[in-house]
């Protein structure tokens, strides 16, 4: 009953502390962490003790996996380069850097130094990109992060078993080269045995229950293997994520993917935040254990204070030489080069968390001056997520470091769809001959719908004209509630079957859930016009040849709406003849026709700050 109830409160405790962070849009880690510090002093609550073999097997696999799969893969073969340098070379520095401090200020063997270093250096997966994501950085800069918080545990945990054999006096040179290489490549061994297993079984599984439950297993599965051949489980893990998460699409029906996602979500907000909770309920045991050091307060505050600014400091003189000397980064998807700005981001963001905290519990029993060197791990993890996650906001600011521009997202959203959607209707028109005109009718009108929803989200912000999605979405959502009334007046009055019921709300309940959301327009704050992506499709020599500048034959609008009595939803200029249209969402959809009458191939957004083009021939932005 003690258990269960410690648990309910840190679960309570955790809801509300991050409802309430979400609301006022602070950092849940940090607000957790800070309720943690606070609550371990109260004298009725009893002490929470955070040992390294529930961290390092029961919390640490199921938060890589669920993180690893909801990666891309492509995005981090393309960063390699920078995750490399600071997932293996920067946590070597880092523990050689905190070790060399560490042994010039405490009495201890070089070896327990080191073994110091190795547990503050990696940053922590959750706190670095739940920032991230919360204050909107490049996506570039949260894969990279995001890549090397995955994978840097790995390096960490092979350098303090390294560092604990010297303690013992069990090491050599060859000792350690062999203990990298079989981490690593057993590591990478055993997670891509164990995603080619668990993707076999998943040909054959098709309840998204049984599929859920196997998802479950798959963290431990490649984790506890890894480990048993002293390769690493943290490796295995990662690699089976991102390798299943990856193929995902193609081994996983629709429904066992949303199953999946919903359950690994829930699973991944429990245990991040009640590990940041559980992270400041550390502190007054913690503290209560350094008191029986024989070393003075002045010494011991001083060598905390020593190796927080050294992890700190350490960090952004191994990332900059690496990323102007080694890595060189070359420009992205869209051209666009990588500033210094985005490598300062990098530098800064290295907030410790749950795996140095229980890498150091890991120190044995009679390391010198554990209790100092464990100390000294509570404060770099409590310090670097108040110094670095409180001023990394502010920092992204001043150096006008933002995220993705929205409507960039929007246009690659609906390139991206319109090309999926063309090759579908085209298997339509081939398996088709024989169907019934109507339904084919309708699945074109559905198919159009589709795509018509992102194009939506373009234009003017400030328009509060309701376009045809929004108003089929609320109409559609009101007829849903009065449908479901219905049958909960039926359920209620007893003339159906509970089993009958439940298969039709669930029927409700999935459509309404499957209605696209149009996501309210916004005014961003930047002044550079929006500009297309490279072509999903391939070149266009239409759009080669297309000038991007026209005279318009009548600036004001469309003139087909305005003589047809129609309002348009977003315009589009001929680029040949300089005709203005609206767009296909519109009623009249005059664009369209102009090119089916005219042949001209090339328009242009019409709209304030938008300079992207369409191809009518080859159905491709530019």
């Known amino acids: 009953m003690h258990a269960a109830t410690v648990a309910l409160a840190l679960v309570a405790t955790v809801t509300l502390v991050a409802g309430l962070a979400r609301r006022y849009d602070v ?10 510090v606070g609550a371990s002093y109260l004298p009725f609550l009893p002490q929470v003790h955070l040992s390294a073999e529930v961290v390092l097997v029961g919390l640490l696999p199921p938060l890589l996996y669920a993180a690893a799969i909801r990666s891309s893969l492509v995005d981090f073969r393309d960063n390699r380069r920078a995750i490399g340098f600071l997932s293996v070379g920067l946590v070597v520095f880092t523990a050689l850097g905190v070790g060399l401090v560490t042994w010039l200020l405490l009495p201890v063997p070089f070896a327990a130094a080191f073994a110091l270093g190795a547990v503050v250096a990696p940053p922590d997966a959750v706190a670095a990109t739940t ?20 994978v840097n545990d790995a390096t960490a945990l092979v350098c303090l078993r390294t560092a604990i054999a010297a303690i013992a006096g069990t090491v050599s040179v060859g000792g350690v080269a062999g203990e990298f290489a079989l981490s690593a490549v057993g590591g990478l061994a055993v997670g891509v045995a164990v995603a080619a297993l668990v993707g076999l079984v998943r040909k054959h599984v098709t309840d998204s229950v ?5 998802s479950f297993m798959t963290p431990f599965v490649a984790y506890l293997p890894a480990e048993a051949i002293h390769a690493s489980g943290v490796l295995a893990v990662v690699v089976a994520g991102l390798l299943l998460g990856h193929k995902a699409p193609v081994l996983q029906s629709a429904s066992s993917r949303l199953s999946e996602r919903i359950n690994w979500t829930t699973i991944q907000f429990l245990l991040e935040n009640v590990v940041f909770l559980v992270i400041g309920l550390q502190v007054r045991w913690v503290i209560d254990d350094v008191r029986h050091s024989p070393l003075g307060l002045g010494q011991i505050a001083g060598v905390c204070l020593a190796v927080l600014v050294a992890v700190i400091v350490l960090r952004p003189l191994w990332v900059f030489p690496a990323r102007y000397l080694a890595i060189r980064p070359g420009p992205d998807r869209l051209g666009r080069s990588t500033p210094w700005t985005h490598t300062a981001i990098v530098s800064w963001a290295g907030m410790r968390g749950v795996v140095t905290l ?17 100390l000294a791990a509570l404060v770099v993890t409590g310090g670097t997520l108040m110094i670095q996650g409180f001023s990394l906001p502010w920092m ?3 150096l006008g470091v933002h995220g993705p ?5 929007a246009l690659q959203e609906a390139t991206v769809l319109q090309t999926a959607v063309k090759a579908g209707l085209e298997e339509l028109d081939r398996v088709a001959e024989e169907t019934d005109a109507d339904t084919v009718e309708v699945l074109r009108a559905r198919a159009d719908s589709r795509t018509n929803i992102v194009w939506e989200r373009l234009g003017s912000p ?7 999605s929004e108003t089929y979405r609320r109409l559609r959502l009101a007829m849903l509630a009065a449908e479901r009334e219905a049958v909960l007046e039926i359920r209620d009055s007893g003339r159906a079957d509970h089993e009958v019921l439940e298969h039709v709300m669930a029927a409700l309940d999935l459509e309404e859930s499957m209605l696209d959301r149009v996501e309210r327009r916004t005014q961003d704050l930047r002044d550079e ?11 266009c020599e239409h759009l080669a040849d297309s000038g991007i500048h026209v005279q318009p034959q009548t600036p004001a609008g469309c003139p087909d709406c305005e003589r047809e009595g129609l309002t348009p939803v977003h315009l589009r200029l001929c680029l040949t003849c300089g005709k203005v249209g609206c767009c296909d969402s519109s009623v009249g959809r005059h664009a369209e026709r102009h090119f089916t009458e005219t042949g001209h191939p090339v328009v242009r957004s019409f709209e304030p700050g938008e300079a992207w083009r369409w191809c009518y021939v080859d159905d491709l932005v530019g």
Not at 135 to 147: C, F, H, K, S
Not at 210 to 214: F, G, N, V
Not at 462 to 468: I, K, N, Q, V
């Open 27 to 36: 950092s849940a880690p940090l607000v957790l962490t800070l309720v943690g």
């Open 131 to 150: 920032i991230a994501r919360r204050i909107g950085l490049p996506r570039r800069v949260v894969t990279v992060l995001e890549g090397e918080s995955l």
């Open 210 to 214: 049984l599929d859920t439950s196997l």
């Open 358 to 374: 229980a890498a150091a519990f890991v120190l044995p029993q009679g390391t010198p001056h554990r209790e100092v060197l464990v």
């Open 396 to 398: 992204a600011r001043r």
């Open 405 to 409: 521009d929205p409507r960039e997202d």
């Open 462 to 468: 400030e328009s509060d004209r309701e376009t045809p």
């Open 529 to 539: 016009p929006l500009l297309p992506p490279e072509p999903v499709g391939g070149a």
